[in-house]
């Protein structure tokens, strides 16, 4: 007999993934590709969004067929600050643009002196705009510099809700992609920012549907899409009864406070803090630090200093009594005393003003005894654990349609946690 799954699509900038679910949520197939770039009418590179397209289409067509699955519903995680534009026939008409493209300090400017200025509008939007991450600069560059395009748009949808209406479903928006850096949410007001509707870039956003939206295309459901850093959350706040804030570790490390709703402060917003919103509508307060980054660069510099190998910190471990530069085990030591110094600094701005008692580490730094300990002991009060979900943005997209496509309950050990 088949066995029921559901097929997820979770795109990143690199790595396109196409999983099937069981019902237990545990991988049964997975496949992995690089799409070759392309370039923008600048010569910029960007997506390639009709190799794509033409993947995401194809791969569906054949899971769909394959006689060892019932695909129930299908659905889609996708990198943010990115949008795909169509013409009124649903045709791609504009690159799908890198978020990393710079953004041009005169157009910026002006942006600012019509809308309120800098500081009203980051704090407005919850986020920092002075560049193409964030998306809604994106539109708002397309209308001045190529006012033509612009015209010729009928809408622009974020790059996992493109990837839906390829497969089918519906022209909608997203409230985790409208609401992710993109300068396009008002948080104050809930609603979309006034310069979206004197611009005339609303006239361009599709309906925003609820994230769990789940339509019938042929024998299955399709659903909608989601922001993958939306989706990753979702697997911690389906399995978790306490409120906790999740500790991201990687090059950047990023503090996620979903129990956090007071408003972003100026001063939050000068040390890289934002809000996001989740599929549930509720703010996500961050705050980013790039300490992977530093402990990367560190490393290598103590390896050759000490004529060590590039990865001997991994077996340090913890001793409290160590200090100083004299040996690489008490130089780690201070480097990472000085990492967490940093890290609950940034941490502290995701949590003041929340009831928020426990931190969920994941991604590398949760695997290394010397920070847990001393981020431990930053946090006394707290529970402060590893914890990791495997394919996290993955399992969220398919956990949002849960009820629409799962005969069982919400699986209790999707989370592996440690000391």
């Known amino acids: 007999m088949p066995t029921p799954v559901i097929a997820i699509f979770d795109i990143?900038?690199?790595?396109?993934?196409?999983?099937?679910?069981?019902?237990?949520?545990?991988?049964?197939?997975?496949?992995?590709?690089?799409?070759?770039?392309?370039?923008?009418?600048?010569?910029?590179?960007?997506?390639?969004?009709?190799?794509?397209?033409?993947?995401?289409?194809?791969?569906?067509?054949?899971?769909?067929?394959?006689?060892?699955?019932?695909?129930r519903a299908i659905n889609c995680s996708a990198y943010g600050a990115s949008f795909v534009h169509v013409d009124r026939e649903g045709r791609v008409v504009a690159p799908l643009y890198n978020y990393l493209k710079p953004f041009p300090q005169p157009l910026l400017d002006q942006f600012y002196y019509d809308h309120g200025g800098a500081a009203a509008l980051c704090c407005q939007t919850a986020s920092q705009l002075k560049d193409s991450l964030s998306s809604g600069l994106q539109l708002y560059r397309l209308k001045y510099e190529q006012p033509a395009l612009f015209e010729e748009i009928a809408w622009s949808l974020h790059l996992p809700q493109y990837l839906s209406y390829a497969l089918g479903g519906p022209l909608a928006s997203d409230i985790t992609s409208i609401g992710c850096h993109t300068g396009l949410w008002d948080f104050e007001r809930n609603a979309y920012h006034r310069w979206v509707v004197m611009e005339g870039v609303g006239d361009k956003l599709p309906p925003l549907l609820a994230s769990d939206t789940c339509l019938p295309i042929g024998a299955r459901r399709l659903g909608i899409g989601l922001h993958d850093s939306s989706a990753a959350l979702i697997p911690y706040l389906r399995t978790v009864t306490e409120p906790f804030l999740q500790l991201s570790t990687g090059t950047w490390c990023v503090s996620l406070n979903p129990f956090n709703?007071?408003?972003?402060?100026?001063?939050?917003?000068?040390?890289?803090?934002?809000?996001?919103?989740?599929?549930?509508?509720?703010?996500?307060?961050?705050?980013?630090?790039?300490?992977?980054?530093?402990?990367?660069?560190?490393?290598?510099?103590?390896?050759?200093?000490?004529?060590?190998?590039?990865?001997?910190?991994?077996?340090?471990?913890?001793?409290?009594?160590?200090?100083?530069?004299?040996?690489?085990?008490?130089?780690?030591?201070?480097?990472?005393?000085?990492?967490?110094?940093?890290?609950?600094?940034?941490?502290?701005?995701?949590?003041?003003?929340?009831?928020?008692?426990?931190?969920?580490?994941?991604?590398?730094?949760?695997?290394?005894?010397?920070?847990?300990?001393?981020?431990?002991?930053?946090?006394?009060?707290?529970?402060?654990?590893?914890a990791s979900v495997a394919q996290a943005s993955a399992i969220g997209a398919a956990l949002c349609l849960h009820e629409h496509w799962n005969t069982g309950t919400v699986p209790g050990d999707l989370m592996t946690a440690g000391d």
């Open 12 to 71: 990143g900038k690199t790595n396109k993934k196409l999983l099937l679910f069981d019902e237990s949520y545990r991988v049964r197939w997975e496949e992995s590709i690089q799409l070759p770039e392309t370039k923008d009418e600048d010569g910029y590179p960007c997506e390639d969004v009709a190799a794509l397209t033409a993947w995401v289409q194809i791969k569906a067509a054949e899971v769909t067929t394959d006689a060892r699955w019932t695909v």
């Open 261 to 386: 709703e007071t408003p972003l402060t100026p001063a939050q917003l000068d040390l890289d803090c934002l809000c996001y919103l989740s599929y549930q509508r509720k703010p996500v307060k961050a705050a980013r630090l790039f300490a992977g980054y530093t402990h990367e660069q560190e490393t290598q510099r103590l390896a050759r200093e000490f004529q060590k190998p590039l990865d001997y910190f991994a077996g340090v471990q913890y001793d409290q009594s160590l200090t100083g530069t004299a040996t690489y085990e008490a130089a780690y030591h201070d480097l990472i005393r000085d990492i967490v110094r940093q890290q609950a600094a940034s941490t502290q701005l995701a949590l003041d003003g929340s009831n928020v008692t426990q931190i969920l580490v994941d991604g590398g730094f949760s695997k290394n005894p010397i920070f847990m300990h001393l981020l431990a002991q930053a946090f006394p009060g707290f529970r402060v654990q590893a």
